[in-house]
């Protein structure tokens, strides 16, 4: 907790845990998804889960150049062998503790 002056009057601010998250942008060239569970393993065997970091963001670089036969979104079959919903499996099973 912290306190602050604002307008004249002391304020109480109390911190909840933050939105803290590991996401692959432009440090890459080529995310794929062994960098993602590669990724999740050292925040949890490095600690960084346990210390709040238990998030991992796959914001782009997932998609395919074509949509499935439906016409929906497609991970790509190269870089995401297993697919986006395998992906999440395993993150979540490993950062849930």
Do not use: H, N
């Not at 499935?68 to 395993?90: E, N, T, V």
Request: charged share 25%.
């Amino acid at each position: 907790m912290i306190q602050c002056i604002a307008s004249g009057s002391i304020k109480k601010i109390i911190f909840v845990k933050s939105i803290i998250s590991w996401i692959c942008l432009t440090q890459f060239l080529i995310c794929s998804e062994r960098l993602f569970m590669e990724m999740a393993d050292l925040l949890v065997s490095e600690g960084y889960a346990k210390a709040g970091y238990d998030l991992i963001s796959l914001d782009d670089c997932w998609l395919d150049k074509v949509r499935d036969s439906d016409g929906r979104l497609k991970a790509d079959p190269i870089r995401f062998p297993s697919g986006i919903p395998a992906l999440a499996d395993y993150v979540r099973c490993l950062i849930s503790f």
